[in-house]
């Protein structure tokens, strides 16, 4: 075919959609175009391996493809397809970098084929980014997608917002954005002023605290409480009587923050202090997290710790998990070289299953055996003997760490014997592509924190395959298997000689927090040689299951995450849904109407319970509420006895008022002023509930001891809460509204 040829196939295709063909059917047609179409552009053709990882995400699977595979060049044949739909593809990155280059070299084939492609990056105009949407093929990171999500549930006008409803999306490493990243919600926060003073004393208190005496914290699960000793301490500081009152809700919320922030917190491990200012090192990439912070006051919290400025603090306007907002995709898909560990999580959360696919060329890396050594140092030692005797011989060594503070422990290590080395950590995030890029250099040593784990490749110097490869050596077990597994990948791709090795201490982190019996245990029977390598036969049992603990401890603490954002998510269902149909204008007196009648309907049910006697029913206030809105008050009758008659007794003075509110149909100011009132009483509304519920969550812990389980209590209280602010939206709408038509109407008549 001639490239016009070529390129009209895909009117061909979108044609066939439309008269009802079945997409199954002309995926195999699809594909030989996309495949021929790369050849003409990039002179890249697809290998069969990579057509076969295609197909598995075009129909909204994961397709696990070892690292080197050639994962960017697959999604070019589902996106393709899926877009011929016409209703929009989105391909999720890890970081911006990656979104751009895939939108630059794969978005040629596609604009080739006569595709439009856009890209979708933080900070940009709303208007660029509603052209990135309305492209066929959108590129972006998913964190940025999920914002732009609650930023266009936040807008006070339809025309405001970027998205298009969902329908087809593919995750590039899936399994880092949709688990790994998956602890974290997406939050949007206002700034408040917070109260500094508070925090520095918060921050003093909590440094005399002493662990098991005065808060007890858990080493597993992170989790933080005071004890009845720590309780009594933090009463005296302040002067207050019991800090569990509801008034000191703020001050426990404050000590336990500055709590949390001494023990959950380490500086060069979890943050960094960088021109006075606290920033966020994410745990899984190493990588500096730009322009996040904690929410809640913990970040200021460690603000106090540390002695910096104090900022300005976040309150949650807008919130959602990762996973909730991924499963409102009609069909998800992705891609990564290690997720079928995370099989079982995979298909519960999200419906997708995962397929391996073979290699196109045979694995030859040799992955050694685990050392372990009684010792860290021992273990670094070891780290060092073996880099001196590889480098001698030129072979290139890449040394995982799990932190930074790890990675310039093994520097110091390595600088003792004068071994030269790179050292690639959030700290020099800027040369992490040219570092990476010359790892595979002879004579080369890096050492890295895990950001050199994912999408980068390392291509082999001349004459380096001879000498085996790249050697890879991990320092450290990490919480998850599926990211040891991407360490070892950056050997040995695409067929090329590798090997690597793991070489580790019973004193690293994961063993302490996690294993901490069996290690005792163990220690009892342990067999040591001259060199303080562990040599027992079982030694490779306590290393799995301990990542299996972790594995498991991890997975319970994001479904109880996501049970708990459940709850908050029917209730942002209501909420955006309320605030769509506000946005569209459709029929506002209608929608006003209804809620004058569930105003009048809860005030006096909510003043005449029917499990109280009538004696004990409040008339006053039931007359109260609803004379505030009627035009023509009404006296309820002392003497009845159904709550029935009482609303039926009332009945004249509701359809004046409902009459009265029709009659502002035609007019431009009521109609303009309704949207905006109800907009302003929802998006605050919104805000106090995301708060009370953020409390809620945080006091369950402190009602464990009542044999109730949490998570229901958190249900039910949070269906309470949600019921009593929705009920006080709806009067504060209907009260403003009214008044502001009588005073319409006192004004018509005066000018009469």
């Known amino acids: 075919m001639s490239d016009d040829e070529l390129r009209n196939m895909t009117n061909k295709f979108k044609e066939r959609l439309q008269n009802g063909t079945d997409i199954k059917e002309i995926i195999p047609d699809a594909f030989a175009v996309v495949r021929e179409a790369s050849k003409r552009v990039l002179n890249m053709r697809h290998y069969d391996v990579q057509l076969i990882g295609g197909l598995v995400i075009a129909e909204g699977n994961i397709s696990e493809m070892a690292t080197g595979e050639g994962k960017t060049l697959v999604a070019s044949l589902p996106s393709y397809v899926r877009a011929l739909e016409g209703k929009g593809v989105h391909v999720i990155t890890v970081n911006d970098y990656l979104a751009k280059r895939d939108y630059d070299l794969i978005g040629q084939i596609h604009r080739f084929l006569g595709l439009t492609v856009g890209l979708n990056l933080p900070m940009m105009e709303p208007e660029a980014k509603k052209r990135a949407y309305q492209a066929d093929i959108t590129y972006g990171v998913g964190t940025e997608f999920g914002f732009d999500y609650l930023r266009d549930n936040m807008v006070r006008r339809l025309e405001d ?3 298009r409803p969902y329908h087809f999306a593919i995750i590039d490493e899936v399994d880092s954005v949709l688990i790994d990243e998956a602890k974290t919600p997406l939050i949007i926060a206002g700034k408040m002023q917070s109260n500094e003073d508070l925090h520095r004393i918060a921050a003093r208190l909590a440094k005399r605290f002493v662990k098991d005496e005065d808060y007890e914290f858990d080493d597993e699960t992170k989790a933080t409480s005071l004890t009845d000793q720590g309780i009594e301490k933090v009463e005296e500081a302040f002067g207050v009587d019991n800090l569990y009152d509801l008034e000191h809700q703020t001050l426990y919320h404050y000590v336990i923050q500055a709590v949390r922030a001494h023990v959950m917190f380490e500086k060069n491990v979890d943050y960094i202090i960088k021109d006075d200012k606290v920033q966020l090192v994410d745990m899984f990439t190493g990588r500096i997290m730009e322009g996040r912070s904690l929410s809640d006051g913990l970040h200021q919290a460690i603000e106090a710790k540390e002695g910096v400025p104090i900022t300005e603090e976040n309150k949650a306007q807008a919130q959602i998990t990762i996973q909730n907002y991924f499963r409102m995709y009609p069909i998800l898909s992705g891609m990564t070289g290690t997720a079928k560990t995370q099989e079982k999580e995979f298909m519960e959360v999200y419906g997708m299953r995962v397929v391996q696919i073979p290699t196109n060329r045979p694995k030859i890396r040799v992955d050694q055996p685990d050392m372990l050594f009684e010792s860290k140092e021992a273990k670094y030692k070891y780290v060092v003997k073996e880099a001196l005797e590889r480098h001698k011989k030129g072979q290139p060594i890449l040394i995982g760490t799990t932190s930074i503070l790890q990675s310039e422990e093994v520097a110091k290590y390595l600088d003792e014997v004068n071994l030269p080395y790179q050292l690639l950590n959030a700290k020099t995030v800027e040369q992490e592509v040219e570092l990476i890029s010359e790892a595979g250099q002879k004579g080369r040593i ?69 294993a901490k019996e069996d290690v005792e245990k163990f220690k009892k029977k342990m067999v040591v040689d001259e060199e303080g390598r562990i040599t027992n036969k079982d030694a490779n049992e306590i290393i799995e299951r301990t990542q299996r603990i972790v ?6 603490f994001r479904e109880y995450n996501l049970k708990l954002d459940d709850v908050i998510n029917d209730q942002r269902r209501v909420i955006y849904t309320l605030r769509d149909k506000i946005l569209l204008g459709e029929d506002l007196i209608g929608l006003l109407k209804e809620m004058v009648l569930d105003t009048v309907d809860f005030a006096v049910h909510e003043n005449a319970p029917e499990e109280l006697d009538v004696l004990e029913w409040d008339h006053d206030a039931m007359e109260h509420a609803v004379n505030s809105l009627f035009l023509t008050p009404v006296t309820v009758d002392r003497s009845e006895t159904k709550v029935k008659r009482i609303l039926e007794a009332m009945k004249p003075s509701i359809d004046e008022l409902l009459e009265f509110i029709d009659s502002y149909q035609e007019n431009e100011q009521v109609m303009q002023v309704i949207p905006q009132v109800m907009l302003g009483y929802l998006d605050r509304m919104w805000v106090k509930h995301l708060e009370q519920m953020t409390h809620l969550k945080e006091g369950i812990g402190l009602r464990r001891y009542q044999q109730e389980d949490p998570m229901r209590i958190y249900q039910r209280e949070g269906l309470e809460l949600f019921g009593k602010n929705y009920q006080e939206l709806r009067r504060g709408i209907v009260e403003e509204l009214v008044i502001f038509m009588k005073r319409l109407r006192n004004k018509e008549l005066e000018e009469k």
């Not at 298997?481 to 590798?498: A, E």
């Not at 594995?551 to 319970?556: D, L, N, R």
């Open 161 to 163: 917002k970027v998205q």
């Open 446 to 514: 890096t050492v890295a924190t895990n950001m050199a784990g994912r999408g980068t490749d390392i291509v082999l110097g001349d004459g380096v395959a001879e000498l085996g490869g790249l050697y890879v050596i991990g320092t450290e077990k990490h919480e998850s298997r599926r990211i040891d597994n991407q360490l070892r990948g950056r050997s040995g791709r695409q067929g090329d000689p590798g090997e690597s090795r793991f070489i580790i201490s019973i004193e690293d982190d994961m063993f302490r927090r996690f």
């Open 551 to 556: 594995e498991g401890a991890h997975f319970s």
